[in-house]
């Protein structure tokens, strides 16, 4: 059994944020029915590289979806939405500024068909933001919340996290804020209107840095993969590439020194401690850095082991995907399609004792479901022909 069996999820949001967390619902069994305009379809789609008939990166997101076609511009396309919506349990969206409401699809007018419907909305900014009516990408929320701030070399230009962290973010925020509204109206049979601001999903990945800031009074400062309030705490280049390391308990720095034959450094007044390390952190990272240096990755991967200290090379995705965790784990997911082969993407990494999550269903080719989906609403296929051949699916 899969935990949101029966769960129906109606879906015209595009790209990142709105498609991932839906995608995340129906690998826990929801039906969700996703919506996307005759002919432009999803922004995604038309993205580099090809991966069969779409984009590799539409297929990382629309897995365990059917895909509806529908002009919501037209009164016809509103009108069906709308009984779509009748039934379903979430719809989930992130239109730009204003457009919900031009294309009949406010919280309003579809909490009126469906009274306890979960409405997730989905935008850079939010409700009663100064900057609620500007439109907003992942790279501009990076920049905007701090991350691109704190990100990249020391002294250097402020990079972009190298993956959507921002579409990320508010994929995660909206999927939990949408099964605690579930879970909100099996109690009560309350309906719920849920906000979610990329800029706000954004902002809270800063954590410590916030409070460090509070606490200090300082700005916290671009450190490439170094840790304000650890060291050592980084990648260091080897012979060969790099290794990283984490030593974030006292007990564990005996361990290091021992496993890099420095074990006077146990003792040593400058780095006995997390404060004097972070203290006489370029001391202590110039001695690094020089020793690091003597060895290839692998060498000091297998010393540092010994002692039980945390580390990893610097894995590239073709490393990760072949790595034996994620086979062991079943981590790539394949979705079968019976005219365009096997799909491989990231699976989703929830798992239960008894219930399953391991549905992987084909991302849609633009429209594929729309006349199954149609059906079960009651439409004839000569009613179908006839809105296909006015434009609307």
Same mark, same amino acid.
């Given at each position: 059994m899969q935990p949101l069996e029966g769960v129906t999820v109606v879906d015209p949001s595009q790209a990142i944020a709105g498609p991932l967390a839906t995608q995340i619902l129906g690998d826990l069994g929801a039906d969700v029915v996703k919506i996307e305009h005759p002919e432009r379809g999803d922004l995604c789609r038309g993205f580099t590289p090809d991966y069969g008939p779409m984009?590799?990166?539409?297929?990382?997101?629309?897995?365990?979806?059917?895909?509806?076609?529908?002009?919501?511009?037209?009164?016809?396309?509103?009108?069906?939405?709308?009984?779509?919506?009748?039934?379903?349990?979430?719809?989930?969206?992130?239109?730009?500024?204003?457009r919900a409401e031009k294309l009949g699809a406010s919280y309003e007018e579809l909490s009126a068909v469906q009274e306890d419907l979960v409405y997730c909305d989905v935008s850079g900014y939010g409700e009663g933001s100064p900057y609620s009516d500007r439109k907003a990408f992942d790279i501009v929320l990076q920049g905007q919340s701090g991350l691109m701030g704190i990100t990249g070399p020391a002294g250097g230009e402020p990079v972009r996290v190298g993956t959507s962290l921002s579409d990320i973010s508010a994929a995660m925020t909206a999927t939990y804020a949408v099964l605690t509204a579930l879970y909100h109206r099996s109690n009560t049979g309350e309906g719920q209107y849920i906000d979610i601001s990329l800029l706000d999903t954004s902002f809270q990945f800063l954590l410590y840095h916030v409070t460090n800031y509070f606490a200090t009074g300082e700005n916290p400062e671009r450190m490439g993969s170094k840790h304000p309030n650890l060291a050592p705490y980084q990648a260091f280049r080897?012979?060969?590439?790099?290794?990283?390391?984490?030593?974030?308990?006292?007990?564990?720095?005996? /361990?290091?020194?021992?496993?890099?034959d420095r074990e006077?450094? *146990?003792?040593?007044?400058?780095?006995? %401690?997390?404060? =004097?390390? !972070?203290?006489?952190?370029?001391?202590?990272?110039?001695?690094?850095?020089?020793?690091?240096?003597?060895?290839?990755? /692998?060498?000091?991967?297998?010393?540092?082991?010994?002692?039980? *200290?945390?580390?990893?090379?610097?894995? %590239?995705?073709? =490393?990760? !995907?072949?790595?034996?965790?994620i086979e062991a784990r079943g981590m790539i997911a394949e979705a079968e399609h019976p005219e365009h082969g096997t799909f491989k993407m990231a699976a989703n990494p929830v798992n239960f004792s008894t219930l399953e999550t391991d549905r992987c269903d084909p991302p849609p080719t633009l429209g594929e479901h729309t006349d199954e989906v149609l059906a079960e609403l009651g439409y004839s296929w000569r009613e179908i022909e006839e809105l296909d051949e006015r434009g609307v699916l």
């Amino acid at each position: 059994m899969q935990p949101l069996e029966g769960v129906t999820v109606v879906d015209p949001s595009q790209a990142i944020a709105g498609p991932l967390a839906t995608q995340i619902l129906g690998d826990l069994g929801a039906d969700v029915v996703k919506i996307e305009h005759p002919e432009r379809g999803d922004l995604c789609r038309g993205f580099t590289p090809d991966y069969g008939p779409m984009s590799a990166y539409f297929v990382s997101l629309n897995r365990n979806k059917r895909g509806v076609t529908l002009d919501l511009t037209t009164e016809e396309g509103q009108r069906i939405l709308r009984e779509l919506v009748d039934g379903a349990d979430v719809f989930v969206q992130n239109f730009s500024p204003g457009r919900a409401e031009k294309l009949g699809a406010s919280y309003e007018e579809l909490s009126a068909v469906q009274e306890d419907l979960v409405y997730c909305d989905v935008s850079g900014y939010g409700e009663g933001s100064p900057y609620s009516d500007r439109k907003a990408f992942d790279i501009v929320l990076q920049g905007q919340s701090g991350l691109m701030g704190i990100t990249g070399p020391a002294g250097g230009e402020p990079v972009r996290v190298g993956t959507s962290l921002s579409d990320i973010s508010a994929a995660m925020t909206a999927t939990y804020a949408v099964l605690t509204a579930l879970y909100h109206r099996s109690n009560t049979g309350e309906g719920q209107y849920i906000d979610i601001s990329l800029l706000d999903t954004s902002f809270q990945f800063l954590l410590y840095h916030v409070t460090n800031y509070f606490a200090t009074g300082e700005n916290p400062e671009r450190m490439g993969s170094k840790h304000p309030n650890l060291a050592p705490y980084q990648a260091f280049r080897t012979a060969d590439s790099y290794v990283v390391i984490g030593v974030v308990s006292e007990y564990q720095w005996p /361990g290091f020194c021992a496993a890099i034959d420095r074990e006077e450094w *146990v003792d040593d007044e400058r780095f006995a %401690t997390f404060t =004097e390390r !972070v203290e006489n952190r370029e001391t202590l990272d110039a001695l690094l850095d020089d020793l690091f240096e003597t060895r290839s990755t /692998g060498a000091w991967i297998e010393q540092l082991q010994e002692h039980g *200290v945390p580390c990893t090379p610097v894995n %590239t995705v073709e =490393e990760i !995907v072949e790595d034996p965790h994620i086979e062991a784990r079943g981590m790539i997911a394949e979705a079968e399609h019976p005219e365009h082969g096997t799909f491989k993407m990231a699976a989703n990494p929830v798992n239960f004792s008894t219930l399953e999550t391991d549905r992987c269903d084909p991302p849609p080719t633009l429209g594929e479901h729309t006349d199954e989906v149609l059906a079960e609403l009651g439409y004839s296929w000569r009613e179908i022909e006839e809105l296909d051949e006015r434009g609307v699916l």
